[in-house]
Every structure is written in structure tokens, then in C-alpha cells.
Nanobody, 120 residues
């Protein structure tokens, strides 16, 4: 069992930055890859970024590559999503999730989400 808790969301102006955190608990956390997803009002949830369980590989949605950086701290069981040069279209609820299968899912565990709002 893995429990995920996101934090770090908020309101920021366009061009600003936020760092989201995904804190995980559970003895088997190190067996999972972690992904970040987002869901804007009226839209389907979309994949944003992922990091492999050992941190050796990352993958990004095209529209965030170069602006967002995913990283992990295994000692703290925490994965971060550093978001720079934010745009209004980045506004969404952001979720982290855990999967045993790199990039393909299914994602077995999900956090409750954290709201990110980017004003123009």
C-alpha cells in the first residue's frame, strides 16, 4: 500500500514558478515509478511528467518540457515537480500517482490533488 499526498499548489501570475511536492508513505514506495497528472475544468486528465523509481529516467508532456522538472528525493520519499514560466493554460488540479510499469500504467495509487491557478 502506498499513500500519496500532494502539496505546493497555489495562485501565481503568468511567468511565475511553483514547486509541487508528492510525499509518499508505504514500505514498497521504492518499487514504484511516480507520475504527475493534471486536470483542468471541463477537460480530461492528462499526463504531465514521470520519473522512474531510481530517478534515472524522466519523461514529459511536450508542452511542459523545458519549463517543468520532475525530481525525487528517495531519502524523503518525495517527488517534486518544479514548474517555471507558468502559463494560464497550466491551470489545473495536479495529481501524483504511482505505478509499477514505466510510462504505461496502470497507476495504482493516487493523491488527492493540489490546485494550481495561473493568472494572466
Amino acid at each position: 500500500q502506498v499513500q500519496l499526498v500532494e502539496s505546493g499548489g497555489g495562485l501565481v501570475q503568468a511567468g511565475g514558478s511553483l514547486r509541487l511536492s508528492c510525499a509518499a508513505t508505504g514500505r514498497t514506495f521504492s518499487n514504484y515509478h511516480i507520475g504527475w497528472f493534471r486536470q483542468a475544468p471541463g477537460k480530461e486528465r492528462e499526463f504531465v511528467a514521470a520519473i522512474s523509481r531510481r530517478g534515472s529516467s524522466t519523461y514529459y508532456l511536450d508542452s511542459v518540457e523545458g519549463r517543468f522538472t520532475i525530481s525525487g528525493d528517495n531519502a524523503k520519499n518525495t517527488v517534486y515537480l518544479q514548474m517555471n514560466s507558468l502559463k494560464p493554460e497550466d491551470t489545473a488540479v495536479y495529481y501524483c500517482a504511482a505505478t509499477r510499469t514505466w510510462l504505461q500504467g496502470p497507476y495504482d495509487y493516487w493523491g488527492q490533488g493540489t490546485q494550481v491557478t495561473v493568472s494572466s
